[in-house]
């Protein structure tokens, strides 16, 4: 019914632990006691510090898993892909252009577009190597 992406899914989720954050101070305040009346007996126990750290470490661990791990995976295997490209493979670049790779370099590649058309781009903008016929995969 209702279409989300992985950023309002996260949103969502920071949001929930925010909240809950607030609610766990809220409570380390202790009961409410009225003015000019004595504590009881023995008084409202405080929560350890750590206890407070809770919240954010709760946080952190939803950050961490939702958005900062998939993305160093997503680089590790743009730089495998990257350091497997060879002469004669055919390419997606970032932009749209698919080509023949006819020329590496560290940084830079030559993709020959059509028959003597090659153009040169940064190695970095190549999203991905198309298997099999140019036409079929895309």
Known sequence: MFKTNKTQFTSLILTAACILGQATLA???????????????GGAQQPSPIMSLVPFAAMFAVVYFLMIRPQQKRMKEQQALLAGLKD?????????????VSGI??????????????????????????????????
């Open 27 to 41: 409570l380390a305040d202790g009961p409410a006691v009225p003015a000019g009346s004595a504590p009881a007996a």
């Open 88 to 100: 004669g493979d055919e390419v997606l670049t970032a932009s749209g252009i698919i080509g023949k």
């Open 105 to 138: 370099t560290d940084k830079v590649v030559t993709i020959e577009v059509d028959k003597n058309v090659r153009v040169k781009m940064l190695k970095s903008q190549i999203s991905q190597i198309i298997k099999g016929p140019i036409g079929d995969n895309v």
